[in-house]
């Protein structure tokens, strides 16, 4: 609330709405079972959920770095009040 009107906070939200985007299509993936419920046995050794699902969450992950990159640099010009 208190930076409110500062353009980095919507760099920050952006990049934590990316995250959230990313784990919860990657949490879908997993409890469908996409692809693999679709074509039993192709998806063993490559594309299955649980695989596609860890690359949803590392890009979530990365998606968080980068708010917190943005929200450190914020922090270091201003600091605290």
Known sequence: MVNWYEPQRNGILIYEATMAVSYLTGTMFYITRIPERWKPGWFDLAGHSHQIFH???IMGALAHYGAAL???EFRGQVGCQ
């Open 70 to 72: 943005v929200f450190l």
């Open 55 to 57: 690359c949803f969450v």
